[in-house]
């Protein structure tokens, strides 16, 4: 059985050895897990230099409003394509250290007959998957939801191991235009906490994902407070859950004015609010942060990463985008054989992007004249 030491402030992570009144001794936690150490150790691999995350996790229905955008069926065999394209771009692990895959992706395998998890650890790219089963009302609440899916996690993260996952993804959700109400707020953090115990029983790195939707009118200052406010309470149950800091990812939204707030934020303004918020609230033994997009256009997630790179901090600030890693590659790809090897090298570009910003070293120079480029200098932004 492996074994983890560590120091724990407060001793909230953990037992805590007795202080004797003549002892001189530090208070010092002990913790001593099945999978601590190789915890630890994926979750610093996914935390490597220049390595971001691959969220392809997308439900279904989801995957399928984005195959009707191109002209395709959604179906499992469009489906499965569209994936297949994804995990076998040669020279992705360069750029990406984990993929998020739906449950659906985890167990299928490819047209030439290989699983598409081995494509992935091929790569040295940890297979992850999405456990929780999606939002529900929440009641007595301000309309706002819940995130459903503990019941029976423990057995499901135990099939998912042995399937060749190593982290898990949950999400839950925070509304600002709906409050957030107190009930609201409680429910994400207690349901985080409790996946995150779960999932590192079975071996899975959890990445904790509360998101603040980026919908309603409210400015960069309110998502600030809200988002502290969501993090004080999320880490307060992630340590009442005995959950390991230095065996968790982070997949927090970027703090930024909602979609309808007529002032918009700078990257270098959304920078600066997010490291705010993160040296408020986040412990520096988390080894990682891998940002979500949360509807942001591509260079404009790449952008605000690289602006948080440009400072230094205790963590591996990175990404763990979807759309922002994909757009172009769907456009591209049409669902056409021919257009498969143009689509990986979309894709390529877009991770070699995000992994020079992760590394603060990321030129908007070399985006040239594409449409996304464009679209950043009409609203005005200064690179």
Not at 80 to 103: C, P
């Amino acid at each position: 059985m492996a074994a983890s030491f560590a120091l724990r402030a407060g001793g909230l992570n953990a037992g805590v050895l007795p202080r004797t009144p003549n002892s001189r001794r530090a208070c010092v936690a002990v913790r001593a897990g099945k999978y601590d150490e190789e915890l630890v150790n994926t979750a610093r691999t996914m935390a490597s230099p220049g390595r971001g995350l691959l969220a392809m996790d997308e439900s279904n229905a989801t995957v399928g409003k984005r195959l009707d955008s191109i002209g395709l069926e959604n179906n499992e065999t469009n489906r499965k394509a569209y994936r297949e394209m994804l995990v076998s771009t040669q020279g992705l692990g360069q750029y990406i250290s984990g993929a998020i895959l739906f449950e659906e992706t985890l167990y299928q395998s490819g047209n030439n007959g290989r699983k598409m998890v081995d494509m992935l650890t091929e790569q040295g790219i940890v297979p992850g998957i999405k456990v929780d089963k999606g939002l529900a009302p929440l009641a007595n609440s301000n309309g706002e939801q819940w995130a459903q899916g503990l019941d029976g996690l423990d057995k499901r993260c135990a099939e998912y191991y042995k399937a060749g996952a190593r982290f898990a993804k949950w999400r839950s959700v925070v509304s600002i235009p709906n409050g957030p109400s107190t009930i609201a707020v409680r429910e994400s953090a207690y349901g985080l906490a409790r996946y995150a115990a779960i999932c590192q029983n079975a071996g899975l790195v959890p990445i904790v994902e509360p998101e603040i939707l980026l919908d309603g009118d409210h400015d960069i200052q309110r998502c600030l407070e809200v988002s502290e406010a969501v993090w004080a309470e999320t880490f307060k149950y992630l340590a009442d859950n005995k959950v390991l800091f230095e065996g968790m990812l982070l997949k927090p939204s970027m703090v930024t004015p909602g979609a309808e707030c007529p002032t918009r934020a700078t990257p270098q303004q959304v920078g600066e609010y997010t490291l705010t918020m993160l040296k408020c609230r986040v412990p520096p033994a988390v080894p990682g942060i891998m940002f979500l997009s949360g509807g942001q256009s591509e260079l404009e997630a790449t952008l605000n990463l690289q602006e948080m790179n440009r400072q230094p901090n205790p963590w591996h600030v990175s990404f763990s985008y979807a759309r922002a890693l994909q757009n172009t590659v769907l456009k591209t790809w049409q669902g056409k054989s021919e257009n498969v090897g143009k689509a990986q090298e979309a894709l390529l570009k877009r991770a070699k992007a995000n992994s020079d910003a992760q590394r603060g070293q990321y030129d908007p120079a070399t985006e040239g004249s594409t449409e996304a480029a464009q679209s950043m200098y009409q609203k005005g932004y200064q690179y």
